[in-house]
C-alpha cells in the first residue's frame, strides 16, 4: 500500500501551521490574499499578490512545497506581474492529499488542475530546484497551457551526485548551531538558507511531516526534444547540484532551452544568495515573451 504524505499527528500539523500562518504575515506581502483550489489530489492553497492583465507568473516552490521560499523575492516580481504561489500538493501545507502522488506526471496533472480552478488559462512558470522539475514536466505535458519556463538550479538534467547530497548533510548539521556559525557555514557551505531567519524558523517544524514525493528523475532524450516552450535556466556557479561545465555543455545542445544564465559567487539557493539579480533576469525573460 502506497503511503501518503502527512503529519505525524494532530500537534505537529498545528504548530507547524501556527509558524508559517505568523512567517507569512511578518514577512509575505497581502498574506491573506489567498485562494483554496479543488484538484483530484485535493485542496490547494495558492497565495496571489499583484495585479495586471497581462499573462501570470506561477512560483513552483523547491523541495518543501512553501511559497515561504520566494519571501525575498515575491515583492518586486509582484510590482511588475500578477503572481500565484501554490502550496505543492503532498508537501507541508494548510492540506493534505487525498490521495498518492506517484510520480513527475501527477504533479504535472495536479499543477495544470490548480490553473484551472484559478481561471488561469496560460502562465508563466518559475521553478527552483524540485520546482523546476515540476515545470519542466507541466510543460511537457500541457504546452498550450505553458508560456514560458523560468528554471533556477533545475535538477534532471544531470543524475545527482554524491557531492550534492553531502553537500545537504553538512548543511542540515548546521541548521541547528548558533547564528554566528550558521554564517560561518552559509559561506562556506555557499547556502543562504543558513542565513534566513524565516527558514531557520520554519525548518524545524518540518521534522514533524512525512515527506512522499517522487525523486526528481533524469528527462529521457524524448522529453528534452519535447520541450518546446521558451525556457530560462539561470545557475549557481557555486552550486553542488550538477557539474556546471558539463551542464553547459548539454544545454547548449537543447534546441528547448532559449538562455542560460550563470551567477558565479552563487550556490544553489539563488533567491537567497542573488535576489536582485534572478528578479531582473525573470523578469526580462518574461517580458521578452509574447504576452
Given at each position: 500500500m502506497t503511503k501518503r504524505a502527512g503529519f505525524r499527528n494532530e500537534?505537529?500539523?498545528?504548530?507547524?501551521?501556527?509558524?508559517?500562518?505568523?512567517?507569512?504575515?511578518?514577512?509575505?506581502?497581502?498574506?491573506?490574499?489567498?485562494?483554496?483550489?479543488?484538484?483530484?489530489?485535493?485542496?490547494?492553497?495558492?497565495?496571489?499578490?499583484?495585479?495586471?492583465d497581462g499573462i501570470p507568473i506561477v512560483l513552483v516552490a523547491?523541495?518543501?512545497?512553501?511559497?515561504?521560499?520566494?519571501?525575498?523575492?515575491?515583492?518586486?516580481?509582484?510590482?511588475?506581474?500578477?503572481?500565484?504561489?501554490?502550496?505543492?500538493?503532498?508537501?507541508?501545507?494548510?492540506?493534505?492529499?487525498?490521495?498518492?502522488?506517484?510520480?513527475?506526471?501527477?504533479?504535472a496533472a495536479w499543477l495544470v488542475e490548480v490553473l484551472d480552478g484559478l481561471g488561469v488559462e496560460r502562465a508563466h512558470l518559475v521553478g527552483m530546484s524540485y520546482g523546476a522539475?515540476?515545470?519542466?514536466?507541466?510543460?511537457?505535458?500541457?504546452?498550450?497551457?505553458?508560456?514560458?519556463?523560468?528554471?533556477?538550479?533545475?535538477?534532471?538534467?544531470?543524475?545527482?551526485?554524491?557531492?550534492?547530497?553531502?553537500?545537504?548533510?553538512?548543511?542540515?548539521?548546521?541548521?541547528?548551531?548558533?547564528?554566528?556559525?550558521?554564517?560561518?557555514?552559509?559561506?562556506?557551505?555557499?547556502?543562504?538558507t543558513l542565513r534566513s531567519e524565516v527558514l531557520r524558523r520554519l525548518l524545524p517544524k518540518l521534522v514533524g511531516f512525512r515527506q512522499v514525493l517522487p525523486l526528481p528523475q533524469l528527462y529521457t532524450e524524448a522529453q528534452l526534444a519535447a520541450l518546446s516552450r521558451p525556457s530560462l535556466v539561470v545557475l549557481g556557479g557555486k552550486s553542488r547540484l550538477n557539474d556546471l561545465d558539463s551542464l553547459l555543455e548539454r544545454l547548449a545542445g537543447l534546441p528547448g532551452i532559449t538562455r542560460v544564465e550563470v551567477l558565479p559567487e552563487a550556490g544553489h539557493a539563488l533567491t537567497l544568495d542573488e535576489p536582485e539579480r534572478v528578479v531582473e533576469l525573470v523578469l526580462d525573460f518574461v517580458g521578452a515573451q509574447v504576452r
Open positions: 500537534r505537529a500539523r498545528e504548530d507547524f501551521i501556527r509558524t508559517y500562518d505568523e512567517l507569512m504575515a511578518e514577512v509575505w506581502p497581502s498574506a491573506t490574499e489567498f485562494a483554496e483550489v479543488r484538484t483530484s489530489f485535493g485542496t490547494t492553497r495558492v497565495q496571489r499578490n499583484g495585479t495586471g523547491p523541495s518543501g512545497g512553501l511559497p515561504l521560499t520566494y519571501n525575498n523575492i515575491i515583492g518586486r516580481l509582484s510590482a511588475a506581474h500578477t503572481i500565484f504561489s501554490p502550496e505543492t500538493i503532498a508537501e507541508p501545507g494548510h492540506h493534505l492529499p487525498k490521495r498518492p502522488v506517484l510520480d513527475g506526471e501527477d504533479l522539475w515540476v515545470s519542466v514536466r507541466t510543460a511537457l505535458r500541457a504546452p498550450d497551457r505553458v508560456a514560458s519556463v523560468a528554471l533556477l538550479e533545475p535538477p534532471g538534467f544531470e543524475k545527482i551526485g554524491w557531492r550534492f547530497i553531502r553537500w545537504n548533510l553538512a548543511c542540515l548539521l548546521f541548521l541547528f548551531t548558533p547564528r554566528r556559525v550558521r554564517e560561518w557555514g552559509s559561506r562556506w557551505l555557499v547556502n543562504g
